[in-house]
């Protein structure tokens, strides 16, 4: 087969590129060039795209740059910015793998010729039901299945995720081997266009209006202290947020229009419900169906159990209640029977 | 592998004849010009000749060749040696840049504005690619201190009126003008292309030298301060060993093209011509700036709706090795600010697809490459 590899630059994609050109098929790497502003965290400096080259020369394989900036600012920076003005909480990556990635990049790569598209995600594809389906990778840890869990049967059947079946271990010690210089480069953790140095609440703070709020008590109403943008406050946060007395308070609403920023306890402010954005309900196998679910919050979140409602109310039932969710994330449905296999995903929205 | 490389403007094949006259220079014993003995006096006697012959070529006198390590050096030394020494002299500097210069003058005067006494004008270009020297009336002042047009767009190919440009400077101001001649070298006679300009910047690449070898040429007077004084080489306005190889190789390139020129031009410009005419009539396909003046050796096409990275993966594919026209440092085509300069539709010029010829290119390379452009964008249309 002839195979694109996606190659961040990263040790996961380096190896992913190594497996799939020993399997013996053609492999030919792409570096997206996604974001033109000034970053030097993440994915995809120019850092990144010389590390990935040098690991495709080793490799003796061909290797190409993909500028996507304008297409990465339209569909992941700028969304991102007017959700979190809207006092949302997006997970750009989500919108990064589901539209650059796995969409204009899936697309060339067909163009191109060729028989497949590569990654170096720690998630595998299985077969369902005699459909492809998207299945948690084998290193529990470094389980990358949330942020693909939009993926739909017709790119996962054109899909490779080859590092999906070995430990985060096992693939640096596989790089190690082959002499790859990015064996032990770091993990990537936070949002790829954000400079460590300036961090989200400055990169957001230049690009959108601050909306002054008062912080209330959920219940009460009682004020509790002043915020200087209700915009970079996110639901379930706790740091910076006034406290009557000595416990945390937690945010559980954000309301731009009134200027409110609700806090309650920790226990008070769980919730035994997430609310779905029916437009975005997506699945792999075509139609998602309710019932009993595992459900995941977040990247390396813990799945809980719950009810999925898809009738009139778009909602999950949970089994037992959980911290605050912030509207704008990202739930990823797992198989009830079959907990390692993703089953779709939804956006939460406001309760 | 390589069956048609059409990217002479990112750099010529390196030429014999030109490898020939360097290779004394890079072997055994070569000593520094500057020294004080035999080995030394030989070096700086091969120095002297090639700048004479530079200077013959260009039309300048020999004390006004600079040698440096490049194009991109040249152009800095031009933008920065005279924006600081009018610093110097009158506390504060204007200079005026066409919006199709390289990178290598526009990165230079930007870094330049960061100081607030510094003021970067900017002169437009129509869409025929040429910078109109009537725009002139509107960026210039009585004292600019530099306004820098380049002879020849190394994207587009389009020459530009630069004896035109510069006779309106002096009319209406003192400034130096600048031209970045590296594009227009292997094509043009800068005697004439250049004529009037005080300053060109010059490499060797492009002409089938070496990389890292070029030269600032300084016609009459103009106050230039050293980027890089240590130890005063080139009069003090160039520090550092000068590469008697590097000045040779320059100067061997420019007479091989300069003797070669009316032949080398009459061949190229048939062959572009043929290029175009297999390519042309490809849906979306448009010639940039037909009726302009252009360098005999570029073909630069765009194809609205379709990406050029595709197009160029296609092309490198069947062995063709061709551009975006611009390129940044990570190797991604980069959007070109030369045609949003022209105002051509983004669809179209992200569809930019420059193939560039010269002294070695043939028949059947030219003919390949039309065939498989065809056939990419065929492929890239169908899907």
């Known amino acids: ?351 | 592998m390589t069956r048609a490389y059409l990217d002479y403007a990112a750099s010529a094949p390196r030429r014999e004849d030109v490898l020939a006259a360097m290779a004394p220079w890079m072997r055994g014993v070569v000593g520094n010009p500057s020294g004080m003995h035999d080995a030394s006096r030989r070096a700086r006697q091969a120095l002297e000749e090639a700048r004479d012959e530079v200077a013959e070529l260009v039309g300048a006198p020999p004390g006004g060749v600079i040698f440096t390590g490049g194009g991109t050096e040249s152009c800095h030394l031009a933008v920065a040696g005279v924006t600081h020494a009018a610093l110097r002299s009158d506390g504060s500097a204007h200079l005026v840049t066409s919006a199709i210069e390289h990178h290598a003058v526009l990165d230079a005067a930007a870094q330049l504005a960061r100081d607030p006494r510094v003021r970067v004008g900017s002169l437009p270009v129509g869409t025929d690619g040429a910078v109109d020297p009537t725009a002139l009336g509107g960026v210039l002042e009585p004292t600019t201190a530099l306004v820098s047009v380049m002879t020849a767009n190394n994207e587009t190919g389009v020459i530009q009126p630069v004896e035109a440009i510069a006779a309106r400077v002096r009319r209406d101001s003192r400034a130096a003008v600048h031209t970045d001649a590296v594009a227009a070298a292997p094509w043009l006679d800068l005697r004439r292309a250049t004529a009037g300009a005080d300053l060109v910047s010059l490499c060797a690449h492009k002409l089938g030298g070496p990389v890292n070898a070029g030269a600032l040429v300084v016609r009459g007077t103009v106050a230039i301060d050293p980027v890089n004084p240590g130890g005063g080489q080139e009069r003090g306005r160039r520090g550092g060993t000068v590469d008697v190889a590097a000045a040779v190789g320059l100067a061997a390139a420019l007479r091989a093209h300069d003797r070669e020129r009316e032949e080398l031009t009459a061949r190229v410009g048939r062959l572009r011509d043929r290029l175009l005419a297999q390519v042309v009539d490809l849906p979306t396909c448009e010639v940039t700036a037909p009726r302009s003046p252009r360098l005999a050796g570029t073909a630069h096409v765009t194809f609205a709706g379709v990406a050029a990275e595709e197009v160029l993966f296609l092309l490198d594919r069947a062995g063709v090795c061709a551009s975006a026209g611009a390129s940044c440092s990570s190797g991604a085509a980069e959007a070109s600010h030369v045609l949003s300069a022209m105002g051509l539709d983004p669809r179209r010029s992200r569809g930019a697809v420059r193939l560039t010829l010269g002294y070695a290119t043939s028949e059947e390379e030219v003919d390949w490459a039309a065939g498989a452009l065809r056939a990419a964008v065929a492929t890239l249309h169908a899907r």
């Open chain 1, 1 to 351: 087969m002839r195979v694109l590899v996606a190659m961040s630059g990263g040790v996961d994609s380096s190896v992913a590129a190594a497996l799939l050109r020993d399997a013996g098929h053609e492999v030919v790497g792409a570096t997206l060039k996604l974001w033109g502003g000034a970053s030097d965290a993440g994915c995809c400096s120019v850092a990144d795209v010389e590390d990935a080259r040098r690991v495709a020369q080793v490799l003796g394989v061909d290797h190409h740059v993909f500028a996507y900036t304008e297409e990465f600012a339209e569909r992941v920076v700028e969304p991102y910015v007017r959700a979190h003005a809207q006092g949302l909480t997006p997970n750009p990556c989500i919108d990064c793998n589901r539209f650059i990635k796995f969409d204009l990049l899936v697309d060339r790569a067909r163009r191109l010729g060729f028989d497949a598209l590569a990654t170096g995600h720690h998630a595998r594809v299985v077969t369902r039901h005699d459909r492809p389906a998207l299945a948690r990778g084998r290193d529990a840890a470094k389980d990358q299945s949330y942020v693909l869990g939009y993926l739909t049967a017709p790119t996962l059947a054109y899909l490779q995720l080859p590092v999906g079946a070995f430990t985060k271990d096992e693939v640096r010690a596989h790089a190690a081997r082959l002499g790859l210089r990015t064996w032990d480069k770091p993990d990537s953790q936070d949002v790829c266009f954000i400079g460590a140095a300036q961090g989200r609440r400055g990169f957001l703070a230049e690009r959108i209006a601050r909306t002054p709020a008062v912080v209330v008590d959920q219940d009460s109403g009682a004020p509790l202290g002043h915020l200087e943008a209700a915009e970079l406050v996110t639901v379930g946060q706790r740091r910076q947020i006034p406290s009557p007395d000595d416990a945390r308070r937690y945010v559980t609403s954000v309301d731009l229009v009134a200027g409110r920023v609700a806090v309650t306890t920790r226990e008070r402010a769980r919730q035994d419900r997430l609310d779905l954005d029916p437009a975005s309900v997506t699945s792999s196998a075509g139609e998602l169906r309710g019932g009993p679910v595992w459900v995941q919050t977040s990247a390396h979140g813990r799945p809980v159990t719950g009810q999925l409602r898809l009738a009139d109310d778009w909602c999950v039932d949970l089994d037992a209640p959980v911290p605050p969710v912030a509207p704008g994330q990202s739930a990823v449905f797992f198989d009830r029977d079959d907990p390692d296999v993703v089953a779709g995903a939804a956006v939460v929205r406001r309760r």
